[in-house]
């Protein structure tokens, strides 16, 4: 049995401007896994950066207030959305609320940073 808890991962700041605590990675620690999952924070007030992925990614929400922008479309998203984000799509994500901004990020195949590609 593996069992990781979130703050027992280090916290980093990731290539798009996110707190970030990589909680399983089949090149970190965890087996053979077909993806990767992270939790992601956005301060109040903050947002990420543009970026885009070499592979789809998913977010889930935990908790906050976000505003989500991909490929030119902008949603309000809140604690228990789920976000499709397309391979190579143009994303970010704001934090307009007053408080954190947290959710779950996975990538499938796992994320690799040649794969990140900073927009600005």
Same mark, same amino acid.
């Given at each position: 049995?593996?069992? $990781?808890?979130?703050?027992?991962?280090?916290?980093?700041?990731?290539?798009?401007?996110?707190?970030?605590?990589?909680?399983?990675?089949?090149?970190?620690?965890?087996?053979?896994?077909?993806?990767?999952? /992270?939790? /992601?924070?956005?301060?109040?007030?903050?947002?990420?950066?543009?970026?885009?992925?070499?592979?789809?990614?998913?977010?889930?929400?935990?908790?906050?207030?976000?505003?989500?922008?991909?490929?030119? =479309?902008?949603? !309000? $998203?809140?604690?228990?959305? /789920?976000?499709?984000?397309? /391979?190579?799509? @143009?994303?970010?994500?704001?934090?307009?609320? !007053? @408080?954190?901004?947290?959710?779950?990020?996975? $990538?499938?195949?796992?994320?690799?940073?040649? !794969?990140? =590609?900073?927009?600005?």
């Amino acid at each position: 049995m593996i069992v $990781v808890e979130e703050h027992s991962c280090p916290q980093f700041v990731a290539n798009d401007g996110c707190r970030i605590r990589e909680v399983l990675h089949p090149g970190r620690g965890a087996p053979a896994l077909p993806y990767s999952l /992270a939790v /992601a924070e956005v301060a109040p007030g903050a947002r990420t950066y543009r970026h885009r992925l070499g592979q789809p990614e998913v977010y889930y929400m935990l908790a906050g207030l976000g505003r989500m922008h991909i490929d030119g =479309e902008t949603r !309000d $998203v809140g604690p228990g959305a /789920a976000i499709y984000i397309p /391979a190579r799509a @143009e994303q970010w994500i704001e934090n307009p609320g !007053d @408080e954190v901004l947290k959710f779950v990020a996975l $990538v499938s195949p796992p994320w690799r940073a040649e !794969d990140d =590609e900073r927009l600005e």
